[in-house]
């Protein structure tokens, strides 16, 4: 018997008891539907919870900052660092060539003198007082009423923030290479007097960073300013500061400001790179990577040791709720071979019949294996669809929740391998208990069950 | 020189039931030649149905000599026996064996789909099938859409779907009224006659016997003639 001809016998049978069919898969499917829920939800937990680890980067980064490791503090996931060490081009170039790294993404950082938003949107609660900035070449008026600070705008590779320890909150994140474009932090908004949930209040504001430099040795400092757009809220632990956008600006604002060394400003920052973040291409692999950068001579820094703990934790509740979701497979797999007993005794003449009429043990045990198949595959199909939606509707729930309280939300994404994995699982578990029926139905003394 | 389809000599079986020994058949002799048509009667528990599974290799001989069609049975494995089923042996029941979920032309399909014949092919044929004996009508109907006479009809071509070479009908016509126990005699007389199979037929049906040319009892396990349509011995 070929397999086309046995599912469509096993669709017959099926068919011959619709009722049964259709318990036997409804217990399937809410089984396969609890699985996938839970998994769903223990994936997206376990992502939530490392993503609040390494702030939205990767898993396997470490963060490599300006300054020689020190000895005492070696093997810490986030050791002191020891005297400042200006982070070079050819330090960069070595980390790059370190076995087991796949990025090496420099952070740069600039001080700036800040005027928030010096135009604010229709609506906005921003307020358009003028107030002149005293004492500085180049002042510029504010129009926010909010006092004039400084701060320091990062600077990183956006296109690889997948890498980088950035979450975007609201908005968008600047535009590739852009000089104009930047976004900032929520000290940023709390700082113009909105709160978390008022991002969009300052998306679309422009704001002036002016960077700074000594002119002569009086300290007497030279102002140079930049109008940028506000086009997105980010949560980033990629330096300090709450300003975030390509390099180009911040670089250019670094030189500016580092020329005033000439001028006997000791304190204006020698490195252009403040930070570095390396990614390993696995976690086990962080610590080899420190060790190479140890000895290139910079101090890192790495959640390596929490992540290991938290995913050993995160793991096993990962396997509380498989096993929950598979336990119920197993039962409602239960069920399948009960229906399949009950249909061998009400068929014990039939399969009596296919045989005496050609049908090899094997053929039998094959059209029983189908109709247990066909069970799994179908509840499952329908499980998977309602753990689906299940999964989605208490993400929207939490996330609301979340939102309410003011923290960030959750992604709500399902893996593809969790729906596929639900799916082959209960058509398999749905075979497997139909072995047994099947191979009492192919094992039947032929004479014994045509005369039944 | 005629062929012979059944050649089965001192064939015995028995049962083991509750510690208990049942000598079903003793020392069988029987000689079938090919197109021969042949009634086997006797009481109930004489050995009629056991000769017939054994005949049709749904049970293994345990002594004696049980060759159909070329085949020494005996030594057939499971996969053999069920391919000498499929291609050799046509069964018909008195229970008319149709699957209830199956419509009448997928029950006699299902005997073409066993034997590896192709969706296309194997529906062609059945529907002609049906068409032969008189169902033509009637291919979409289930077996308990359709009377005794007819399911009958519908086993009857799904025994001859693979062209066998030995039909064995146990009690044909034990569950049909006389109008289709006659009319089911006819047809297997003339599938016999058309198609030069052999035909083997447990019956106490007259109507059935009367077409038969050779006439064997079974008495407590030992066959016996009673007659021949034209005095040729066939049974020992």
């Known amino acids: ?71 005492s503090q070696e093997g810490l996931d986030n050791p002191t660092p020891g005297r400042p060490l200006s982070l070079t081009a050819s330090a960069l170039r070595a980390m790059r060539k370190i076995p087991g790294v796949t990025a090496v993404i420099p952070i740069l950082q600039a ?43 990062v600077g990183a590779d956006l296109s690889r923030v997948g890498s980088l320890p950035i979450s975007l909150l609201a908005g968008n994140y600047p535009s590739a290479n852009s000089t104009t474009e930047v976004d900032v932090t929520p000290d940023y908004l709390t700082r113009v007097g909105l709160g978390d949930g008022a991002a969009h209040e300052v998306i679309g504001t422009d704001v002036e960073l002016g960077a700074f430099k000594v002119v002569n040795r009086e300290f007497r400092v030279a102002l140079r300013w930049s109008t940028v757009e506000i086009v997105g809220v980010v949560d980033q632990q990629a330096g300090s500061g709450e300003f975030l956008t390509y390099p180009g600006l911040v670089a250019s604002d670094f030189r500016w400001t580092a020329a005033g ?13 403040t930070g570095v973040l390396v990614e390993a291409d696995q976690l086990s692999h962080v610590s080899a990577v420190r060790r190479a950068i140890a000895t290139i001579g910079y101090s890192s820094s ?25 336990v119920a497979l197993a039962i409602a797999a239960l069920g399948i071979a ?15 019949v296919m045989k005496a009429i050609g049908a090899r043990d094997r053929d039998v045990m094959r059209t029983f294996l189908v109709e247990a198949g066909c069970l799994g595959l179908v509840g499952g199909l329908v499980g998977t669809a309602l753990g689906i939606v299940i999964f989605f509707g208490i993400g929207d729930f939490a996330n609301n929740y979340l939102t309410s309280q003011g923290l960030r939300g959750v992604p709500i994404a399902i893996a593809w391998d969790i729906p596929v994995g639900a799916i082959i699982g209960a058509t398999i578990v749905s075979v497997l208990a139909g072995v047994i029926p099947a191979r009492r139905a192919a094992r039947l003394a032929t004479r014994e069950a045509v005369e039944a | 020189m005629n062929e012979t389809a059944v050649d089965v000599s001192g064939l015995s079986h028995r049962y083991i039931r509750r510690e208990r020994t049942l000598s079903v058949l003793r020392d069988v002799n029987l000689l079938m030649e090919k197109g021969s048509y042949v009634s086997l009667v006797g009481s109930s528990g004489s050995g009629k149905s056991t000769l017939l599974s054994l005949l049709g290799g749904l049970e293994r001989p345990q002594s004696g000599r049980l060759v159909v069609a070329g085949a020494n049975l005996a030594s057939l494995n499971g996969d053999e026996l069920a391919h000498f089923r499929r291609t050799v042996i046509g069964f018909v029941f008195q229970h008319f064996g149709l699957l209830e979920a199956l419509t009448a032309r997928e029950n006699v399909e299902l005997a073409l789909m066993l034997n590896g014949i192709g969706r296309s092919a194997r529906t062609r044929r059945a529907t002609s099938l049906l068409g032969d004996v008189g169902l033509g009508d009637r291919t979409s109907h289930r077996p308990h859409e359709l009377s005794g006479g007819e399911r009958q009809r519908v086993a009857i071509a799904r025994a001859i779907a ?37 035909l083997l037929v447990v019956t106490h ?32």
């Open chain 2, 205 to 236: 049906n007259p109507a059935i016997a009367a077409h038969a040319e050779t006439h064997l009892t079974l008495v407590e396990g030992h066959l016996a003639p009673v007659g021949s349509t034209d005095d040729e011995e066939l049974g020992g």
């Open chain 1, 302 to 326: 790495a959640p390596e040791d929490v992540i290991v703990s938290v995913e050993r934790y995160l793991h096993v509740i990962e396997f509380i709720l498989t096993a929950i979701g598979v």
């Open chain 1, 1 to 71: 018997m070929r397999w086309r001809d046995a599912i469509a016998m096993a669709r017959r049978e099926l068919l011959r008891r619709p009722g049964r069919a259709i318990l036997t898969m409804v217990a399937i499917a809410l089984a396969a539907s609890l699985l996938t829920a839970l998994v769903a939800i223990a994936s997206t937990g376990r992502d939530r919870v490392l993503d609040q680890i390494t702030h939205g980067g990767a898993l396997a980064s470490i963060s490599v900052a300006a300054a020689a490791p020190d000895q």
């Open chain 1, 338 to 352: 009960n229906a399949l007993l009950a249909a061998v005794r009400e068929r014990r003449r039939e399969i009596g």
């Open chain 2, 162 to 198: 693979n062209e066998p070479l030995l039909i064995l009908a146990d009690e044909p016509t034990g569950n049909l009224d006389g109008e289709a126990a006659v009319s089911v005699a006819e047809l297997l007389s003339s599938i016999r006659r058309e198609r030069d199979c052999t």
């Open chain 1, 111 to 153: 001080q700036v003198i800040v005027i928030p938003s010096a135009r604010p949107p229709a609506g906005s609660r921003l307020c358009a007082a003028a107030r002149p900035l005293p004492h500085c070449e180049g002042s510029k008026g504010n129009s926010s009423g909010v006092p004039i600070y400084g701060s320091n705008i």
């Open chain 1, 261 to 273: 060394r000439a001028h006997g400003d000791s304190d204006a920052p020698q490195s252009l790179y």
